[in-house]
């Protein structure tokens, strides 16, 4: 549907999950560093942003741990959209972790691309590029697409995780964006807002177990 220059090409969002060591059968400790996001119709930048907030903190839930976000400025002359792949490298070496995980969502009027880049934490170099299940290609099937490319990166010998939890299906983008402002809201240190949105998130996909672990972290 899109190709590998089309993908790389439109990554543009400083985000990070330095704390998101997830246990690892295999080298060690993984990071999942921000999701890349990209889009023509339908949400807002905005809401773009929020949706790459929920999706980092599901592929991390689900390959194996819970994320701490961590949002640093964007750098001037960078368009909001791009993982800082190597302030996520140094966040991750810090965390201890041997492998970061780096995820793209091209959205293109609802027809949607995931994949993700399997990289060393410590030298950058490649060691795999995960791609989505081409069957998942709607805008409404995300969560259910993270939840595979989440088993996908799991299979992966460098990181040997376990996946299978978290929400498979069912959530709609609504509430994935809800999510997303909600940790935004947490990593602001406003817990208010966080468990408002969080809650909202909740009501939306009543099977949301990740927004609902959330609002249970912040008191709500």
């Known amino acids: 549907m899109f190709s590998r220059a089309q993908v790389v090409g439109t990554i543009a969002l400083t985000m990070l ?130 939840a595979d490319l989440a088993d996908r990166i799991a299979a992966q010998p460098a990181v040997g995780g376990v996946s299978g939890s978290g929400s498979r299906g069912g959530v709609p983008v609504a509430a994935l964006v809800l999510y997303g402002k909600g940790l935004r809201f947490e990593d602001a240190a406003d817990n208010a807002k966080a468990a408002e949105s969080y809650r909202a998130a909740v009501r939306a996909a009543p099977g949301f177990t990740e927004a609902a672990a959330a609002l249970k972290r912040v008191g709500g």
């Open 17 to 146: 999950l330095p704390g998101a060591a997830l246990s690892a059968q295999g080298s060690g400790k993984v990071s999942v560093a921000g999701f890349e996001t990209d889009g023509s119709v339908g949400l807002t930048r905005d809401e773009y942003d929020a949706l790459g907030r929920a999706l980092s903190g599901l592929l991390s839930a689900q390959v194996g741990g819970p994320a701490t976000l961590v949002v640093k400025p964007v750098p001037a002359g960078v368009r909001s959209g791009r993982v800082d792949v190597g302030a996520a490298r140094a966040a991750a070496a810090k965390a201890g972790a041997k492998v970061l995980v780096v995820g793209t969502l091209l959205d293109q009027y609802g027809d949607i691309h995931v994949e993700a880049r399997v990289l060393d934490a410590t030298t950058g170099a490649p060691i795999a590029v995960v791609r989505g299940n081409p069957a998942l290609a709607k805008r409404e099937q995300l969560a259910e697409a993270i």
